[in-house]
């Protein structure tokens, strides 16, 4: 077990490198190898204690022996320039074993402060423990505060979501075991203590905890199963040896084979069996098989693509795909295996997307899918994920898939991972538990109403897509409404816009022109007249393309997230045609437009089109067939009219509130006495640019106008990327209490202030970047650069061409009034306090905005 004197010294150990190696991935590295030099050298010890003579450190390597390092006649240089010649001749030493060769090789001191290695080696010949036992304990905590890397597309899988799927998969102590893309060794390592775990006489099924049940404790403590220690005792010495040689790893990445080497030896494996090997280009190892296999292999395929091998059952260039058509490809005949997978892998409609889908469908490899929430992978990535529970012989006995989904893991989904009392993994794996044993008796299995649905083989085999959303088909199976259902298709006709391209565009409307409406001029709020494009009135071959009052317009063909937007249109329409990704859904007399565009506004809408829809890489397309097939409910015209009355009430408030928040500003009476000042008198601006890669090796935090929620002045995304991703516009530094202002048209207004900010952000140069000095409170400064007073003045620099913007001298020779500090602080207490009322009418829209999908949600409801 993990105890808090261990867990400190390994808190404390990186807390003195972080200067000096700020990258975790790093810090990780250089802590491993400590830990294994100095264990090495006490093994020496015990060697020597017990009669015997030392094995690690003896003839000509004595002089590396981890005492030699605290020799009171080193100078401060002498002891880096020891450090450094260990590091670099123990891979050398042949008397030790090959493994920890392997673990120092290529191992290296990353900086030459002699104080900092002083402090660092002192706080490691702190670390005492009994044996490797308690080490193992330790650098489980140590990985499970690893960094991301991110340029890979690997993220470390969260210790319960490893247990989780340990426990789904159920690993025998006669199973060969392999996970193809094992980064440290976390799922081999958690079926290993699984096996000793349910080969132990004090194990209790019934009684004894998963990690996955665990709350309130940090994400990154849950390094064990629980307080209960088990031994393996019910296990031969035959069966163990077994398990050490059958539990199998590999990696591209040699970083990682060192940690997955140590991790397995600290966890009793002498000779552990990892690999470096490439998966997917290699074939020295492609006639080895597993009866299980586990795995999240890289999401992210690298740039140059991959070159894999003729092998593969699916010709694909996607690491994702290759990787799961491999596993599957070595599985045993009855074997199992749990795959993180992306949402590509789910529903994405690509050739080999829907090729690996068919296999894992018809040739009886799937038995169930399982949603994780969007968040599991924070703070590094916010991509959705899935897992697939594959059973060969499970999967030959069953004409059905099961969808399981989990809204919550015990953790929020916010970049801190925080643990909160809601936890759907324990009733996922009872669900999970209860079908498969459903399956094996023979007896019926009855899904639970919520986030567990059953579907025919032959369901997913209909559209020949195989899509492996199970949201897909939950709306159609579990949607019971007092109100009729009814096929959107039978309430509403539907019209494709007019086909035309860059050439059939007029510069100008005129006699024989078409104004038309594209995306761009369809918002939900209504068709904006100066984005309408103009085309040749000839072009227009059929009336029903122009559009009537009270037809619906929607988008059917664009980005997943503009998919499926709508636009009613008013009573006054003109002589308007659409077109361009657009369609039209005219709806006839027994459904009121009013209520069809909330229905087809709502959160059952938007799943049906994201689960429905072609997806490629850069774009979604909406079939009218498939839309037509989306379900409604469908109460009277009257009921239609009431609950369309009672929307519009709720409307009217949120309405009032936004134009509240859109009118706000801070209002400053300046007083001619402050005088004023340039903007570079009172601050720096862009006092720190540099390329990212310059000061860091894998990731950064960068901002750009896409993560600025503009309606409340703050940042609504982080985007954490890798350096080799980084955009050349990537080189602003910002630090808590700067301020950033758009410089560029329209997004000239956009003001940030920052209190707090991630370590390692940079901005783009479309952001300048204002750090106040001793005479502005930075606070103060960003409430003025929102007036008029300020904004007049940019506007009035402001550079012509598409691009408008200000330059950086331009920001430096603003003038800005300057009261006293006193005074600043009570313009920024009477701006706070006028804040508290903006506040409270973003709880208005939001409350009222919840009362409106309640009210759209019940519909469905019976």
């Known amino acids: 077990m993990l105890d808090s004197v ?128 308690k080490l193992g304990d330790a650098f489980e905590y140590l990985l499970a505060v690893l960094g991301s890397q991110g340029d890979a597309g690997q993220f470390r899988t969260p210790r319960h979501i490893i247990d989780f799927m340990v426990e789904l998969i159920d690993p025998q ?145 996607r690491s994702e795909v290759l990787f799961v058509d491999y596993m599957l490809e070595h599985l045993t005949s009855n074997g199992k295996a749990g795959i993180i997978v992306p949402e590509g892998i789910i529903f994405q409609s690509g050739g080999a997307y829907k090729q690996l889908r068919k296999l894992l469908v018809e ?12 968040g599991v992978f924070n703070p590094y990535a916010g991509v959705k994920t899935s897992i697939l529970w594959i059973d060969r012989a499970l999967a030959k006995k069953i004409d059905k898939i099961i969808f399981l989904k989990i809204n919550n893991d015990g953790f929020d989904l916010g970049a801190q991972r925080r643990p909160i009392e809601a936890n759907d993994l324990p009733t996922a794996f009872a669900n999970a538990m209860t079908y498969r044993n459903a399956i094996l008796s023979g007896n019926e299995f009855h899904a639970p109403d ?6 025919d083989k032959s369901v997913l085999a209909k559209s020949g897509d195989f899509n492996l959303s199970g949201e897909r088909y939950q709306l159609a199976q579990t949607m019971h409404s007092k109100y009729q259902i ?16 860059k050439s059939d565009q007029l510069e100008n409307a005129g006699n024989g022109s078409l104004p038309v409406v594209t995306t761009k001029a369809a918002q939900e709020s209504g068709i904006v007249d100066k984005d309408l494009y103009h085309i040749p009135i000839s072009l227009l071959k059929d009336d029903k393309k122009l559009l009537q009052p009270g037809d619906i317009l929607i988008s059917t063909a664009n980005s997943l997230n503009l998919l499926g937007r709508t636009t009613l249109v ?67 015209l009257s009921v239609q009219e009431e609950v369309v009355t009672e929307i519009d009430s709720y409307q009217r408030i949120i309405d009032g509130a936004k134009q509240i928040l859109d009118n706000w500003k801070p209002l400053i009476n300046i007083d001619p006495d402050w005088g004023e000042v340039k903007m570079k008198d009172v601050c720096s601006v862009n006092p720190e640019s540099s390329d ?54 329209p997004n000239l207004k956009a003001f940030y202030y920052f209190d707090t900010v991630p370590d390692r952000t940079i901005v783009s140069t479309g952001f300048a970047v204002l750090r106040a000095n001793d005479l502005i409170h930075p606070k103060y400064m960003y409430y003025m650069l929102l007036s008029d007073y300020m904004v007049d003045q940019m506007i009035s620099r402001m550079g012509k061409g598409s691009y408008p913007s200000i330059n950086q001298s331009d920001v430096s020779d603003l003038n800005i009034p300057l009261p006293d500090l006193q005074i600043q602080h009570s313009i920024i207490d009477k701006i706070d306090m006028e804040h508290e009322f903006i506040n409270g009418s973003r709880q208005l829209i939001t409350i009222y905005e919840h009362k409106i999908k309640e009210l759209i949600d019940n519909l469905w409801n019976t």
């Open 692 to 745: 990212p890669s310059e000061l860091w090796d894998d990731w950064f935090t960068y901002i750009d106008i896409a993560s600025i929620d503009n309606s409340t002045n703050s940042i609504a995304r982080l985007n954490r990327i890798s350096i080799s991703e980084a955009p050349s516009r990537a080189r602003r530094i910002v630090k808590p209490q700067d301020v950033i202002i758009s410089t560029v048209r």
């Open 486 to 501: 009814t096929r959107l298709g039978d309430v509403a006709e539907f019209v494709r816009g007019i086909t035309f391209s």
């Open 173 to 317: 102590k006669e199973d060969s075991i392999l996970d193809p893309a094992c980064g440290t060794a976390g799922f081999l390592i958690s079926a290993y203590k699984h096996i000793i775990k349910t080969n132990s006489s004090n194990y209790d099924k019934n009684a004894d905890p998963h990690t996955f049940t665990i709350h309130n404790t940090p994400l990154d403590e849950l390094v064990i199963q629980n307080g209960k220690k088990y031994n393996g005792d019910l296990l031969t010495p035959d069966q163990r040896a077994f398990l050490h040689k059958n539990l199998k790893g590999y990696d591209i990445a040699f970083e990682m084979v060192r940690l997955s080497l140590v991790n397995m030896y600290l966890h009793g494996f002498n000779t552990p069996q990892i690999y470096e090997y490439d998966t997917l280009t290699s074939t020295d190892r492609w006639n080895e098989y597993a009866n299980v296999i586990l795995a999240n292999p890289p999401f992210m395929t690298p740039k140059g693509g991959i070159r894999p091998h003729q092998k593969f059952t699916i010709q694909a260039k």
């Open 6 to 133: 261990t867990k400190k010294k390994i808190d404390d150990a990186r807390d003195i490198l972080v200067g000096k190696v700020p990258v975790p991935s790093s810090q990780v590295e250089q802590i491993t190898i400590a830990l294994i030099y100095k264990f090495m050298y006490d093994m020496d010890n015990e060697s020597i204690e017990l009669g015997g003579n030392p094995k690690y450190f003896a003839g000509d390597f004595a002089q590396y022996a981890w005492n030699r390092l605290f020799d009171h006649k080193l100078s401060g240089e002498g002891r880096v320039m020891l450090y450094q010649d260990a590091l670099a001749k123990i891979p050398n030493n042949a008397s030790i074993p090959t493994l920890f060769r392997d673990i120092f090789k290529n191992a290296f001191l990353p900086y030459r402060d002699p104080e900092t290695l002083k402090l660092f080696l002192k706080c490691i010949d702190e670390f005492t423990y009994e044996h490797s036992e």
């Open 450 to 455: 919520k986030d567990v649905i059953l579907v």
């Open 570 to 636: 008013n009573s006054d329409v003109k002589k308007l045609s659409f077109g361009a990704f657009m369609s039209v859904i005219r709806p006839g007399d027994s459904v009121m437009s009013e209520y069809l565009i909330r229905i087809l506004r709502s959160k059952a809408a938007w799943d049906y089109f994201k689960t429905n829809a072609n997806t490629t890489t850069n774009i979604s397309n909406l079939n009218l067939s498939t839309l037509a097939e989306f379900q409604i409910p469908l109460p009277s």
């Open 363 to 374: 040739e009886n490899y799937l038995v169930g899918v399982i949603s994780l929430p969007g």
